[in-house]
């Protein structure tokens, strides 16, 4: 049982706008923690999508969005691409729980 | 930024294993570093972490007692000592570097790491 809560997949036509969900408690995203989120294409190593909530690193395309609320967080992804078939994670940090990161079940995301 | 991972193998229940992770192209000893793993078909978890200076660490509860996080800034090398390995420590075993605001920019490309008579 993962500490964040996503949903186990999500799917969308090619172009179409797809969101994944991320929920957290009041000892992580609710306590004001950051959400990131990572990719990882089948095989390989998971790589950075999304920091500090909301931020691109250089090199990731501005279809991929990120958001922030309360105890939830969001990644949406529009004008999608077979290439964007992946896993998605979002973690975070929990207070209670010295020095660890928390990460979600991971999303599966299917491009019809 | 460069992370290679290595020292992954099959090991039997109850025995032990060390891995290293090699850094390279960033300030090693500026960055706390991280073990992350993902056991066949699964999601991420946390494994543990260590200061820039290797003098905090922490880990999560399902391996605190048996692994050791280490590192050696002179040779720019990360370190996880397993012992008492259980065949749920099966799992890809990524190392990771943390920015300041808890998060990896970076990952190594993972060993796997099999417990199994």
């Known amino acids: 049982q993962s500490v964040l809560t996503q949903p186990p997949s999500v799917s969308g036509a090619p172009g179409q706008r797809v969101t994944i969900s991320c929920t957290g408690s009041?000892?992580?995203?609710?306590?004001?923690?950051?959400v990131h989120w990572y990719q990882q294409l089948p095989g390989t190593a998971p790589k950075l999508l999304i920091y500090?909530?909301?931020n691109r690193p250089s090199g990731v395309p501005d279809r991929f969005s990120g958001s922030k609320s309360g105890t939830s967080a969001s990644l949406a992804i529009t004008g999608l691409q077979a290439e964007d078939e992946a896993d998605y994670y979002c973690?975070?940090?929990?207070?209670?729980?010295?020095?660890?990161?928390?990460f979600g079940g991971g999303t599966k995301l299917t491009v019809l | 930024v460069h992370l290679l991972e290595s020292g992954g193998g099959l090991v039997q229940p109850g025995g032990s294993l060390r891995l290293s992770c090699a850094a390279s192209?960033?300030?090693?000893?500026?960055?706390?570093m991280s073990w992350v793993r993902q056991a066949p078909g699964k999601g991420l978890e946390w494994v543990s972490v260590?200061?820039?200076?290797?003098?905090?660490?922490y880990y999560a509860d399902s391996v605190r007692g048996r692994f050791t996080i280490s590192r050696d800034n002179s040779k720019n090398t990360l370190y996880l000592q397993m012992n008492s390995l259980r065949a749920e420590d099966t799992a890809v075993y990524y190392c990771a570097n943390r920015d300041g605001y808890n998060y990896a920019p970076d990952w190594g490309q993972g060993t796997l790491v099999t417990v199994s008579s």
């Open positions: 009041s000892s992580n995203i609710g306590a004001g923690s950051d």
């Open positions: 973690q975070s940090y929990d207070i209670s729980l010295s020095g660890s990161w928390v």
């Open positions: 192209g960033f300030t090693f000893r500026n960055y706390d």
């Open positions: 260590v200061s820039g200076s290797g003098g905090s660490t």
């Open positions: 500090r909530n909301s």
